[in-house]
């Protein structure tokens, strides 16, 4: 990798770094998704550091280029977030369901209340 873009790349990562680092001491987001994100943050700053070694690590399982191991492993991590996102917004769906039935309920039962009163 030529050398700007290693100073690019450990520019914007270091910069991707500090906006999640802000992010956190916020505590606007869940610890899960924090982790997760320090991940990627971290990975930036290693592929930028060890290239070396992701180049080691590319000829020891015998793919061709060291990019193509990292759109690799990135290809898979957003694969796992995706399931992860789609068993979460499987069970909000659920939850909604849950809260629309037992708000029709309330409803129900206030205006059986209302025409007690009434009578």
């Not at 700007?4 to 899960?32: G, H, N, Q, W």
Request: with cysteine; hydrophobic share 55%.
């Amino acid at each position: 990798m030529p050398l700007y873009i290693k100073i690019i790349s450990a520019i914007l990562s270091f910069f991707f770094l500090l906006i999640f680092i802000s992010i956190v001491r916020k505590r606007s987001m869940k610890p899960f998704y924090s982790f997760l994100w320090l991940c990627i943050s971290i990975l930036m700053v290693t592929v930028v550091i060890f290239e070396k070694f992701y180049k080691m690590i590319a000829t020891f399982l015998g793919v061709g280029d060291a990019p193509l191991l990292i759109f690799i492993g990135v290809i898979f991590f957003m694969l796992l977030y995706i399931f992860h996102l789609s068993i979460t917004l499987s069970e909000m769906s659920d939850r909604i369901q849950e809260l629309i039935s037992y708000t029709s309920f309330l409803e129900k039962k206030i205006r059986e209340l209302g025409k007690n009163e009434d009578s």
